[in-house]
């Protein structure tokens, strides 16, 4: 690979992180939602236990299971390790992983296709258009609220899916190392995955298995 395509594929990718925390902006800067049935409030209790009783009991959760051992820990740990209050530190990581998504989608199409303007087609589209699950009437129903933007908005914004997110972002990478088989790499990745997210988990399982 030379300079010139480094240069463009960086460029590329720096549009598309800009684009993604221009469109994930509003939410960034949210501390508390107004939708208490959600999931950030669970995220952000996880990570509230990391950051003032870090790998300890929690007697009042799963018969006073270790904490390390109930959920993949590292999505709570970035949140704890963030310096902002709780609120805040979920939903500037849940931005990130929204907009890590796109990018981790263009190296995947990179991979796959060899061309930029495909790769960069898929991300975008991803990124800005509705999504074809959109022809089913749930799908559709649930996205009308949103004027039907990307699902993956729809999902940040309605149910704070964001460790699915950032799972999703990791998971499209180690298929594109995978891919050009750098093994280690995607091997390193994968585990990342594991240790991110459940439905992460499940859903890089069934890519991998087929």
Known sequence: MTKKDLLLDATA???????GLGVA????????????????????????????QPWTWNALEYCGTPFA???PPLFQMLIAAIPASIGHAYHLASALGYALVPISLY????????????????????????SPVYVL??????ARGFHYAPWGFVTLMSYSEAGH???L?????SLAAAWRD?????????????????????????????
Request: aromatic fraction near 16%; charge should be positive; proline fraction near 4%.
């Open 13 to 19: 990718v720096g549009c598309l992180l800009i684009l």
């Open 25 to 52: 902006a509003p939410y960034a800067r949210m501390e508390f939602s107004s939708e208490a049935w959600n999931n950030d409030y669970i995220y952000m209790s996880l990570a509230r236990m990391l950051r003032e």
């Open 69 to 71: 051992y109930v959920y």
């Open 107 to 130: 190296v995947l199409a990179l991979e796959l296709f060899r061309s930029r303007f495909a790769a960069a087609f898929a991300a975008i589209t991803y990124s800005l258009l509705p």
């Open 137 to 142: 009437p749930l799908w559709r129903n649930l």
């Open 165 to 167: 997110t950032f799972a």
């Open 169 to 173: 972002a990791i998971a499209l990478t």
């Open 182 to 210: 750098r093994w280690r790499l995607s091997t390193v990745l994968a585990g990342a995955v594991f240790l991110f997210n459940w439905p992460g988990i499940i859903g890089l399982l069934l890519v991998l298995l087929r």
